[in-house]
């Protein structure tokens, strides 16, 4: 027997948990519509969580020509940065000169226009390095002696997500995780939709005056739902993999590399004790998920770090891998990896409005959920303008994006909780980290610990605000304790959600 919630009234109906869905439902929520965002799996299941995991202009975009789209990208990072310092801090990239590849000259006039196009403003210029003397050089064969520096960021990409939808709530959105739209009907001058709980079975009928289609890899899909609808825009699916090797250098410096292909590598300090290596683009048909890293991806990743590094990289060195598929607008392109990043939205007006997101980047997904509205305004007739841009994200409300003196007084607030906890809980909640200890004074009040400093006072956190339902959700899109915890916390933390889900 098929159970049936209420019938739900809204004025937008957002399909997709990844970054543009969740960012276009915060963006509506914020200026008073009554939004659903319905997502089939977690939040930042797909695609989402599996970026190089960078706010970044896209340095090798300028040699594309793709001006607009860097320009923009470089925008954005400072607003990103600006608005979510606890999630997104910069670092200083070091690009190695391969003689054998670009010209010197032609590397150093494409930083300066990286510099510049974007009106750089928090981050340091880029400048040049001699490899023989900067600590970056150490782990590099002796024929790289001169190089680069740049700034970029880096994102937790999943939390970006998380912390959107979150937002998107706390402003009225209704976030509805593991909830699949399985039809989609024009009536009346509204949409009638099905959405369907993959946990429970429980259909629920929906109508909203429009809908947003932020489906990722599954928009075409998505718009199939609708009998006679018109995909107008093609999709190409591009796999992008990477992976996670031991700790390859002991200092702070990120690498990118240029491989004789064209593309380039980025090599990055991850969680600590980590070096994450990639990425790749391998165009894909069919079904686009669930995908995994294959042993080529492998070969590849390691063979062009290998042209650099002294101490070589073997796919036995893998400790994790993920890959995710990008839905690049199809711009016809030769090859995936000149494939425009850049974003499409088209919106189809009549009799109700549906706008599809095609494309897209994580760095330019605020931008893209602006226009996105902007363009909704007229058909959905309300007037609230955009205004995300200086807004911070929960927890991001960091007095003067001083993260350093934030954690100092973290510290002096909760003196019994270890550095290394402490740090971990200021880079993933920000100010947020006061409601989390609330009413805790020493480690014990933490609850059951995991291992790898993961206690039931965060997972509660996590379940009761972040949609997190299962071990995976938490060990490797909330955080990244995956990589640490045991196989015994493992099912630990399962029997503790069980519990915990029991007792409700």
Not at 50 to 55: D, P
Not at 231 to 259: E, T
Request: aromatic share 8%; hydrophobic share 40%; glycine share 10%.
């Amino acid at each position: 027997m098929r159970h049936a919630c209420p019938p739900i009234s809204v004025d937008l109906l957002v399909i997709g948990g990844g970054i543009n869905g969740t960012g276009i439902a915060r963006d509506a929520a914020g200026r008073g519509l009554d939004v659903l965002l319905c997502e089939k799996d977690d939040l930042a299941a797909h695609t989402s969580s599996a970026s190089t995991k960078l706010i970044h202009g896209g340095l090798r975009y300028l040699e594309q020509r793709e001006f607009r789209l860097v320009r923009h990208s470089l925008r954005e990072r400072e607003v990103l940065l600006r608005n979510a310092p606890h999630i997104i801090w910069p670092l200083r990239f070091v690009l190695p000169h391969h003689g054998g590849l670009r010209p010197w000259w032609m590397i150093r006039l494409g930083l300066l226009l990286y510099d510049h196009l974007g009106g750089r403003a928090l981050l340091p210029p880029s400048a040049s390095v001699d490899l023989a003397r900067h600590a970056s050089g150490r782990a590099l064969k002796d024929r790289y002696r001169r190089g680069f520096e740049y700034s970029d960021c880096w994102v937790q990409d999943a939390r970006l997500v998380v912390l959107n939808a979150r937002d998107a709530h706390l402003r009225g959105a209704q976030v509805r995780t593991r909830t699949e739209c399985v039809s989609l009907a024009r009536r009346g001058g509204s949409w009638e939709a099905m959405l369907v709980d993959k946990r429970s079975g429980t259909r629920c009928p929906v109508t909203a005056r429009g809908v947003v289609n932020a489906s990722g890899p599954w928009v075409g899909r998505t718009l199939e739902l609708e009998e006679g609808a018109d995909a107008r825009h093609g999709v190409r699916l591009v796999k992008g993999s990477h992976i996670v090797v031991g700790r390859l250098f002991d200092h702070p410096w990120p690498y990118i590399f240029q491989g004789g292909d064209g593309r380039v590598l980025f090599a990055i300090p991850f969680e600590e004790d980590f070096t994450l290596l990639g990425t790749t683009d391998v165009e894909i048909e069919g079904d686009p998920g669930p995908v995994e890293v294959a042993p080529e991806e492998v070969d590849y990743i390691c063979a062009t770090a290998n042209e650099y590094f002294e101490t070589p990289v073997s796919p036995g060195d893998v400790v994790w891998s993920y890959s995710g598929v990008r839905p690049l607008f199809d711009d016809q392109a030769r090859s995936a990896s000149e494939v425009t990043r850049d974003y499409v939205l088209h919106l189809d007006r009549e009799p109700a409005p549906m706008l599809s997101v095609y494309g897209g980047k994580i760095t330019t997904y605020r931008r893209l959920a602006e226009q996105a509205l902007n363009l909704l305004a007229g058909p959905l007739g309300f007037g609230r303008g955009a205004w995300t841009r200086d807004a911070p994200l929960p927890g991001g409300d960091i007095p003067g994006a001083d993260v350093g003196g934030f954690t100092a007084h973290c510290a002096e607030c909760h003196p019994w909780l270890p550095e290394a906890i402490l740090r971990h809980y200021v880079r993933h909640y920000g100010t947020e980290i006061h409601a989390l200890l609330a009413g805790r004074a020493g480690i014990g009040d933490l609850g059951e610990h995991f291992g790898a400093g993961l206690y039931a006072a965060e997972v509660e956190h996590l379940v009761e605000h972040e949609w997190a339902r299962t071990p995976e959700d938490i060990l490797w899109r909330r955080t990244k304790k995956g990589l640490r915890v045991s196989d015994d916390g493992v099912r630990r933390l399962l029997d503790f959600l069980d519990r915990s889900r029991d007792s409700k």
